[in-house]
């Protein structure tokens, strides 16, 4: 038979084997987490990379094709910037 100082010992060492078993858990969780964000920020770079470009190019041939444009009722594109910043058309 087991005393009772050697149950609650044991008890004891359960309920600390249990704490420390849902602390990891939770650091494990917390890690988890941490990397789902990282690859979230990832994604979004990205995708703000994609619509940057795609944007530059949009206006690229815009200018391209203003650039072509030869009529009498039009202006001729005398210059452009396509910085991010501020694009602009001069005419």
């Known amino acids: 038979m087991h005393s009772d100082t050697d149950l609650n010992d044991l008890h004891r060492e ?3 084997l249990t704490t420390y078993y849902l602390l990891l858990t939770t650091y ?4 988890t987490t ?4 990282l690859t979230t920020y990832y994604l979004l770079l990205t995708t703000y ?3 940057l470009t795609t944007y ?3 206006l690229h041939r815009e200018v391209t ?3 072509g444009c030869s009529h009498p009722h039009l202006l001729p ?4 910037c396509l910085s991010r910043e501020a694009a602009c058309l001069v005419f």
């Open 28 to 31: 494990y969780l917390l890690l």
């Open 77 to 80: 594109l005398l210059g452009h």
């Open 65 to 67: 094709l203003l650039a």
């Open 14 to 16: 359960v309920t600390l």
């Open 56 to 58: 530059y190019l949009l």
């Open 49 to 51: 990379y994609l619509l």
């Open 34 to 37: 941490y990397y789902l964000l």
